[in-house]
């Protein structure tokens, strides 16, 4: 199922229509990308096919990784070889919907990542003209609509900084709307529902415990004021007959 899709993919990205979406997409992702710094970079899954997501990136070891094609590391998306905790930033690109376990995706990429590290979620949505029509003539392919991968990025610990729809479409044509930004704006949102690629930016979040002092190392506190007194017995001598 993966490889059909790929390959699927792969030629829809080769048409005019999938290289004007390869070029939004990189503008899209070029700043949010230059705001992380760290050590490592990954982006896994190479598509779009000859463009590096990670090329605008500050990070120093940008790494490509997936299950074939020309890449820095070929591995399992849902079994990565890195020492958990150890990438900075990771551009997943297309490989929840080439995967049969997607979830496992997401676990691996959140054991990778270092606290307060990024991921960026780059997938097609169903619930898009383009992406729906995708969906009746791809049926036995899955598409994952936001609202899932949120409930998934969720429950993993993720923070959902924001996300973003991408247009199929060529907008040279909204240029003429320019002094109405009235309709200029009306023409995005439709264009963007009429799309069928979207983002996701989301931030590995994790909970510092304050750690509690136990009982029996707590100092006992004097309370002024008397409390206890000494009680008053009685003596009794028994004398001996």
């Not at 079994?79 to 490989?95: E, N, Q, R, W």
């Not at 036995?140 to 899932?148: G, I, M, V």
């Not at 993720?158 to 060529?170: D, G, P």
Request: hydrophobic share 45%.
């Amino acid at each position: 199922m993966g490889e059909l899709q790929r390959e699927y993919l792969n030629e829809w990205y080769a048409t005019p229509r999938g290289d004007e979406f390869a070029g939004i997409l990189k503008s899209v992702i070029r700043p949010q990308v230059q705001g992380v710094f760290g050590y490592h970079a990954l982006q896994i899954g190479a598509l779009p096919p000859r463009l590096s997501l990670l090329e605008d990136s500050l990070v120093n070891h940008k790494v490509v990784a997936d299950k074939c094609g020309l890449v820095d590391v070929l591995c399992q998306p849902e079994a990565l070889p890195f020492t958990a905790g150890s990438i900075d930033l990771i551009v997943l690109t297309h490989v929840l919907e080439c995967s049969g376990d997607p979830h496992a995706v997401l676990r691996e990429c959140e054991r990778v990542l270092v606290p307060e590290g990024h991921l960026l979620i780059v997938g097609l949505d169903p619930w898009t003209l383009w992406g729906g029509w995708q969906l009746l003539k791809r049926h036995r392919f899955p598409l994952y609509d936001q609202r899932r991968v949120r409930d998934w990025l969720e429950l993993l610990g993720f923070e959902l900084n924001h996300s973003q729809l991408l247009t199929t479409i060529k907008s040279g044509w909204l240029d003429g709307f320019s002094h109405l930004p009235k309709v200029r704006q009306l023409a995005n949102l439709l264009l963007a529902n009429i799309s069928g690629g979207y983002i996701l930016f989301a931030q590995k979040r994790v909970t510092r415990l304050t750690p509690l002092a136990p009982a029996w190392r707590q100092r006992p506190r004097l309370i002024a004021g008397g409390i206890a007194e000494p009680a008053a017995r009685e003596i009794k001598i028994v004398k001996p007959d």
